[in-house]
C-alpha cells in the first residue's frame, strides 16, 4: 500500500485491468515503488515519533501528576489571588494569561512570558492549588494545547526533529508524499483485488504482498487524513492554504481586543504591570462577565496588552464538542466589548480547527490517541513489508530490481495531458511534493538517455545497425 516494491518485473506489465485508465497502471506501479523507496524513510521517522506522540498524553498526566492534580476542596480562592501567589513565588517575567482550575482537583495555570532561560515561544507555567493559593511547581508550556515539557520534546521531535526550520522539512515532505503513496496503493489493490484475493494462505512474498495490501487499504483513508491536516500547519504548502482560505473568506476570525481611548487610558491593566489589574476591574470581575455570556470552563483570560486594549476571555477545549467561543472586556467597566462564537467561524476555518485537533490527538481524546497509535503501527509495518517485498523479490541474496522505465510512454494523450497538467499545479501548491517529482524524472530521465545510448554504442560496435 506505501512505501517499497510491492510488485514483480512481469506484474508492471501484465495487463490487470482493462479499459480507458488500464494504461496509468503501470505509471503509478513506478511511481509507487520509487515514492516508497526514496519517501519510506522520512515517512517511517514520521510514523515512529507520531506513535510516540500519541502516547505522551497519558505520560503528561503521569509525570507532572503533583503539578496538574490536587485534593479537592470546598472553595476556590479567587483568581486575583492565584494570580498573587504565582506571582509572590515567580516575580519575573509578564503575566500573559491565566487558566482557572477547569475541574475540582485541577490547579491553575498561570502563564509568566520573559522568564529568563525559558524558550520565546514558550510560557512559564506556574501551577496554584486554586483551594489553598499553594503554588505546586512551575514548568516549561508550548501551545494552545499546554503541552508540558515531555509533550513538547517529542512534538518538536515529530515536527522537525529538533532541528528547527530546516528540520520541518522532513515532516512536510512526509505528508506531501504519504497521499500519493496512500492513493497509488489503492489504485493498484483496486486494478488487482481478485489477483490479491488468491494470495491468501501463501508464502514468501506474495503473503507479504497480500498483508500490505490487505493493511494499506483499511488504512488508506487515516493516511489520507493524516496527510492533508498535517499540510495545513506546513512550512510552505500551509502558507498556500492560509492564502487560499484567506482569498475565499474562510480565515479563522478572532475576538477584537481594542478599546477606544480616552476615558480609558490609564484604567486598563497595561503590559507592565504583568496583568495583575491594579488598576481596572481585575480578573475576577472579568472571569463574572465572561461566564455571564457563557463561557464555561476550561477558559483562558488574557491581561491588555497596553491601556487601549481589553481583557479577551477564550475557551480552549478543543475537545468534542469543541468550545471555542471568546469575549472581550472592557477593564475600566468590565462590559462585554465584543464576542465571537465557534458557531459563527467560517466553514473552512471550522473543519480546520477540527482537522488539526484530529491529527494531533485532543478532539476525541484516549480513542482519538489510541486511533492514531494504530495508523502509526499500521504504516511502521507497511514500510517494514514494502522492504521485504524489495528483497524477497531479490531471492534472498539482493534487493529486486526496480520497476522498468518507460510507462509513460505507453499513457495516451487524453490521459497523459491533463494528468502532468494536474501534476504541475499540485506541485506548485505543495512545494515538496513538486520539487522532488520533478528531480526524479529529470534524473530518470538522463539515466534512460545514458543507458540508450550505451545501448547503442554496444550495439554498434559488434557490427550491427545503429
Request: aromatic content about 8%.
Amino acid at each position: 500500500m506505501t512505501t517499497a516494491p510491492s510488485t514483480t518485473q512481469a506484474e508492471a506489465s501484465r495487463p490487470a485491468a482493462r479499459g480507458r485508465w488500464a494504461p496509468l497502471r503501470p505509471l503509478v506501479l513506478r511511481l509507487h515503488f520509487y515514492a516508497g523507496v526514496l519517501i519510506a524513510p522520512f515517512l517511517l521517522v514520521a510514523a515512529v515519533t507520531g506513535l510516540l506522540y500519541a502516547g505522551s498524553f497519558q505520560a503528561e498526566k503521569l509525570v507532572y501528576d503533583h503539578e496538574l492534580t490536587v485534593p479537592a476542596g470546598e472553595r476556590e480562592l479567587p483568581v486575583s489571588a492565584q494570580v498573587a501567589a504565582a506571582r509572590k513565588a515567580h516575580p519575573e517575567g509578564t503575566v500573559t494569561a491565566v487558566r482557572p482550575a477547569p475541574e475540582a482537583g485541577a490547579t491553575t495555570r498561570v502563564l509568566l512570558s520573559g522568564v529568563e532561560g525559558v524558550d520565546p515561544e514558550h510560557t512559564l507555567a506556574v501551577f496554584v492549588d486554586p483551594y489553598t493559593g499553594e503554588v505546586r511547581g512551575a514548568l516549561e508550556q508550548y501551545g494552545a494545547t499546554g503541552a508540558l515539557p515531555l509533550r513538547t520534546w517529542i512534538d518538536e521531535l515529530h515536527r522537525d526533529l529538533h532541528l528547527g526550520e530546516t528540520g520541518r522539512l522532513y515532516s512536510e515532505l512526509a505528508a506531501s508524499w504519504l497521499w500519493v503513496i496512500a492513493g497509488g496503493g489503492l489504485v493498484l489493490w483496486f486494478s488487482r483485488r481478485r489477483a490479491l484475493r488468491r494470495v491468501r494462505g501463501t508464502t514468501g512474498r506474495r503473503r507479504t504482498l497480500g498483508l500490505h495490501g490487505t493493511v494499506g487499504v483499511w488504512t488508506a483513508a487515516g493516511f489520507l487524513f493524516l496527510s492533508a491536516t498535517g499540510l495545513t500547519w506546513s512550512a510552505y504548502a500551509g502558507a498556500n492554504i492560509d492564502e487560499l482560505r484567506t482569498s475565499l473568506g474562510q480565515a479563522t476570525p478572532s475576538v477584537s481586543a481594542a478599546v477606544s481611548g480616552g476615558e480609558h487610558a490609564g484604567h486598563g491593566s497595561a503590559a507592565g504591570t504583568g496583568g495583575t489589574a491594579e488598576h481596572g476591574v481585575g480578573p475576577d470581575k472579568v472571569l463574572a462577565a465572561a461566564r455571564a455570556k457563557g463561557l464555561e470552563d476550561p477558559v483562558e483570560i488574557v491581561p491588555p496588552a497596553d491601556a487601549d486594549s481589553a481583557w479577551v476571555v477564550r475557551q480552549i477545549q478543543r475537545g468534542w464538542p469543541t468550545k471555542q467561543d471568546s469575549v472581550a472586556v472592557d477593564p475600566a467597566t468590565g462590559q462585554v466589548t465584543d464576542e465571537l462564537r465557534f458557531a459563527d467561524y467560517p466553514v473552512l476555518a471550522k473543519l480546520t480547527r477540527w482537522g488539526i485537533d484530529l491529527h494531533t490527538g485532543v478532539l476525541f481524546g484516549l480513542v482519538n490517541q489510541i486511533a492514531l497509535a494504530l495508523l502509526a503501527l499500521a504504516l511502521i509495518l507497511l514500510i517494514l513489508w514494502g522492504y521485504r517485498m524489495w528483497w524477497q523479490r531479490g531471492r534472498g541474496s539482493a534487493f529486486g530490481r526496480p520497476i522498468p522505465r518507460g510507462a509513460w510512454a505507453e499513457v495516451p494523450p487524453y490521459l497523459l495531458v491533463p494528468a502532468l497538467a494536474a501534476v504541475a499545479v499540485l506541485g506548485w501548491f505543495v512545494p515538496l511534493l513538486g520539487i522532488p517529482l520533478a528531480g526524479f524524472l529529470a534524473v530518470d530521465i538522463l539515466l534512460g538517455e545514458i543507458a540508450h545510448r550505451r545501448g547503442h554504442r554496444t550495439y554498434g560496435g559488434a557490427g550491427g545497425v545503429k
